[in-house]
């Protein structure tokens, strides 16, 4: 990895792998001074693909390395050790929504011997039914993050959330050698979820040009979720806002899109009741019947600003805390930002 080796600095620099051997496991240590260079990991990333299917052998966990790339994942047993696993019972209204993602995603990966049987029974050549990728499509802040967690905690599988800027360099080549590490790195699990957050600044369409950078990323995207599907307990989740920029042969590899929409007024009425639990249901209509147009998440922010303009108010009197009058609600759905 350096261009003398036998320099001083150098041996101290050097990349060093330490091999164990066990009765039931070996195991494979790699230690370097200082950080690994991009190289130097997707090395590393080849080399514990190779010893992946070598049983007695353990690698470093896949977490640390997307955690170069500045990935997140999201492991639900951690979650409910913690007290903050979450299912659709936290998420208010959205049933259609709930429905499609139960169908789509969560009973097909837990009970994927019934989807094997049908196959058998309906095809002439049987073939794996799975899902193998799934389009969330939406307005910013209606629940698209939020609903692949609970995907995670339902199915018991980790997350990896992949947003934009962990996959785009300034360099050239870089971005769509960081998609295909996410894939490579992600294959390492026994089965996982891939969120891959604004796909449409990752892959737009071929059709209306693009630049050869991009085309990179596509290219890559295309193949590694064709790829991914051999393994048979994970998928791809992509979320946008803008589907209709996407390329086509990508929408083509998603088996299905579920669409996200803008919460109604008895929708409104249950997610303010998760900010706003004071409030009678009526006083909660009547307030959501001027927040046409929120999403969840600015339903949230509108109780956040009502909170902190009346603990401004409690402040400034030295009053005790006491909920926030309906009234104050009522007069400042006019002025929230949607």
């Known amino acids: 990895m350096n261009e003398n080796l036998f320099e001083t600095k150098n041996l101290l620099d050097t990349i060093r792998f330490r091999f164990y051997s066990g009765r039931t496991k070996n195991r494979v240590e790699i230690t370097k001074k200082g950080d690994f260079t991009r190289e130097e990991l997707f090395a590393i990333l080849g080399l514990f693909q190779f010893l992946k299917s070598e049983k007695s052998i353990e690698t470093a966990k896949p977490e640390e390395l997307l955690a170069s790339l500045g990935v997140e994942v999201f492991h639900p047993e951690n979650a409910e050790k913690n007290g903050k696993s979450i299912s659709f019972d936290q998420i208010a209204g959205y049933e ?6 139960l169908e789509s995603i ?15 029974l309906t095809r002439k050549f049987p073939s794996d039914i799975r899902p193998r990728a799934v389009l969330f499509e939406g307005d910013p802040g209606v629940g698209k993050t939020t609903m692949a967690r609970v995907v995670s905690c339902m199915t018991g599988l980790p997350l990896i959330y ?4 962990s996959i785009m360099s300034k360099y050239y080549g870089e971005s769509a050698q960081n998609m295909a590490y996410v894939f ?19 892959a737009g369409n071929r059709e209306e040009g693009m630049f050869e950078a991009t085309r990179k990323i596509l290219s890559v995207l295309l193949r590694k979720i064709d790829g991914f599907t051999s393994q048979r307990n994970s998928v791809t989740i992509g979320a946008t806002n803008r589907k209709q920029d996407l390329d086509h042969a990508l929408l083509s590899r998603f088996d299905r899109t579920i669409y996200f929409p803008l919460p109604d007024l ?10 706003a639990i004071h409030l009678s249901k009526t006083e909660r209509m009547r307030i959501s019947e001027g927040l046409i147009g929120h999403s969840g998440r600015t339903i949230r922010d509108f109780c956040d600003l009502i909170e902190r303009k009346w603990a401004s108010y409690l402040i400034e009197k030295g009053l005790k805390p006491v ?16």
């Open 184 to 202: 490579d790195a992600a294959a390492l699990f026994p089965g996982c979820l891939i969120f891959l957050d604004e796909i449409d600044s990752l």
């Open 96 to 101: 259609g929504v709930k429905q499609q993602i």
């Open 162 to 165: 992949v947003p934009v800027e």
């Open 323 to 338: 909920p926030p009058p309906y009234e104050l609600y009522l007069e400042n759905t006019s002025k929230s930002e949607k």
């Open 106 to 120: 969560i009973l097909p990966l837990k009970n994927p011997e019934i989807l094997t049987e049908l196959s058998k």
């Open 266 to 275: 008895e929708e409104r009425s249950k997610i303010l009741e998760t900010y």
